[in-house]
């Protein structure tokens, strides 16, 4: 069992570099392309309900950004799959879809699924995961980056959730390519443009730090 369990382990490690020298990301801090068109894709129920509060689809079209609702019992692949042949630069999520993530892998399209766990790590990994993004992070903490390396050697990470501007810097020292933020940055009802523009140079200033943010 012991010879099993380490022909199983030293295979998995040699499928992990492979994939990942095939499927390697830009080095951080890389211009990429600008994109070619604005999608807004909203859950009404997130955000308790600030989506509708606000009239957000509206405010896309008004500035030319195309807004995608997303409705109970919408088909999470078919909508992947569209969004790729319309050319979506990635994908993201805030769950683990094998079959999903499949769709974008074989097209070559970038693609971050949310995980937390080992077996969710796993599945993502397993399934094409370009990187995983580690959500909800903020409910754990940068050390969960060298726990998760123990068994998946070289992952990469993007902390997802709740990340404050001073929780940039561990997420960033702990390894991760970026750190993905919402809550923190926009705040409440009562935050101004003037507000949120502040939080913004906040989080860049830090990112810029470690190299993050291109030149």
Request: hydrophobic content about 45%; some cysteine; aromatic content about 4%.
């Amino acid at each position: 069992l012991a010879l099993v369990a380490g022909a199983v382990a030293l295979g998995r490690y040699a499928l992990l570099q492979d994939r990942q020298a095939l499927r390697a990301l830009p080095p951080p801090g890389r211009p990429v392309a600008a994109a070619r068109r604005g999608v807004l894709i909203m859950n009404l129920r997130s955000g308790g309900g600030k989506a509708e509060r606000f009239a957000l689809a509206d405010a896309c079209r008004q500035r030319g950004i195309e807004p995608v609702v997303l409705q109970p019992g919408d088909d999470l692949l078919e909508l992947a799959r569209s969004a790729i042949e319309r050319g979506a630069d990635f994908l993201v999520s805030p769950h683990t879809d094998p079959a999903v993530i499949s769709a974008a892998a074989v097209r070559d399209v970038p693609v971050f699924p949310g995980a937390l766990t080992p077996t969710e790590v796993n599945t993502a990994l397993e399934a094409g995961a370009t990187a995983v993004k580690l959500f909800p992070a903020g409910a754990t903490s940068p050390s969960l980056a060298a726990q998760l390396r123990g068994p998946f050697p070289g992952l990469q990470f993007l902390p997802s959730g709740g990340i404050g501007v001073h929780d940039v810097e561990p997420w960033l020292r702990a390894g991760a390519l970026a750190v993905c933020v919402g809550g923190p940055l926009v705040g409440d009802a009562e935050s101004s443009r003037e507000d949120i523009v502040k939080r913004a140079r906040d989080y860049v200033a830090v990112a810029a730090a470690y190299g993050r943010v291109p030149k």
